[in-house]
């Protein structure tokens, strides 16, 4: 089964940084591309930032509203992908669930997600 | 940025009854390869959004068929044959043809 399970969230000051790990099993994992997608407890959903594979030079896109602040890594030989957040700030405070890119533009498999608290 | 417009913004069913949202986007969402990028999920409390339907109509894996979608362009239309209790929760659209990726706005479904 697709399974993808998030870490590292938690309590952070404004300005701050964090690192979020999405560990990713039961797929082979370097050959999808992979999303972060966060939502405000009790709001909508915010897409956040994707990453590409190998063959696609592991390019990278953004929402404007991180675009600067976060970076979207992977290691394929964890089969991990990872959010670099920086300069965080109260508005970033959010759930932040990794995603399964299909292939044919489906997100299918979401992650339970882990929470990112930005307050002094 | 593609705006994804959903309505309504809550849905109360008999058990047993249809459902039927609507999601407009501010652009076409067909691609040049003729796919339709466009999307539905659920989202049931506490839990991440699940995939129902992607390109326009397809089912995903383990979807019920009282799920349906529809529509062509810009109107979509998601419909639940016969609601279950199980189906509670929150509904989003979501496009894909372009970065960033846009969510509606979400519909709630709950059971009278």
């Known amino acids: 089964d697709v399974q993808l399970v998030e870490s590292g969230g938690g309590l952070v000051q404004p300005g701050g940084s964090l690192r979020l790990s999405c560990a990713a099993s039961g797929f082979s994992f370097s050959d999808y591309y992979m999303d972060w997608v966060r939502q405000v407890p009790g709001k909508g959903l915010e897409w956040v930032g994707h990453i590409r594979d190998k063959g696609n030079s592991y390019t990278t896109y953004y929402a404007a509203s991180v675009k600067g602040r976060f970076t979207v890594l992977r290691d394929d030989s964890k089969n991990s992908v990872y959010l670099q957040m920086n300069s965080l700030k109260t508005e970033d405070t959010a759930l932040y669930h990794c995603v399964r890119d299909s292939g044919y533009g489906a997100r299918d498999y979401w992650g339970q997600g882990t929470l990112v608290t930005v307050s002094s | ?112």
């Open chain 2, 1 to 112: 940025d593609i705006v994804m417009t959903q309505t309504p913004l809550s849905l109360s069913v008999t058990p047993g009854q249809p459902a039927s949202i609507s999601c407009k986007s501010s652009q076409s969402l067909l691609g040049s390869d003729g796919k339709t990028y466009f999307y539905w999920y659920l989202q049931r409390p506490g839990q991440p959004p699940q995939l129902l339907i992607y390109e326009v109509s397809k089912r995903f894996s383990g979807v019920p068929d009282r799920f349906s979608g529809s529509g062509s362009g810009t109107d979509f239309t998601l419909k639940i044959s016969r609601v279950e209790a199980e189906d509670v929760g929150v509904y989003y659209c979501m496009q894909a043809i372009w970065f960033p990726l846009t969510f509606g706005g979400g519909t709630k479904v709950e059971i009278k």
